[in-house]
């Protein structure tokens, strides 16, 4: 069993920077995707960022020149920068890994890491 744990969550003021990791137990074979998401209360998790295989990079409209996903595929882990933290930027943040091995879909989630920004 695949677990996938994040790291570097907590407080920040607006305007500060935080990077997130998100470290998985072992080797994931035939990643398709290695994302983050996010859901603040009362809100629905929502898509932040997403790299593929390819290193092909997608991000939400909302966090577009402020945050940056990479990867480090021999460490097998998959990280984000944060920058220009704002409020709205507040939720708990998940990682997540879509692998095909075989053409069989597995999906790997974290267990979240809070982010808080406030002054």
């Not at 998959?78 to 879909?105: F, W």
Request: with cysteine; glycine share 10%; net charge positive.
């Amino acid at each position: 069993q695949v677990q996938l744990v994040e790291s570097g969550g907590g407080l920040v003021q607006p305007g500060g920077s935080l990077r997130l990791s998100c470290a998985a137990s072992r080797s994931i074979f035939r990643i398709v995707t290695m994302a983050w998401y996010r859901q603040a209360p009362g809100k629905e998790r929502e898509l932040v960022a997403t790299i593929t295989s390819g290193d092909s990079t997608v991000y939400a409209d909302s966090v577009k020149g402020r945050f940056t996903i990479s990867r480090d595929n021999a460490k097998n882990m998959v990280y984000l920068q944060m920058n220009s933290l704002k409020a709205e930027d507040t939720a708990v943040y998940y990682c997540h890994v879509e692998s095909r091995p075989g053409g069989i879909r597995f999906d790997y989630w974290g267990q979240g890491t809070q982010v808080t920004v406030s002054a």
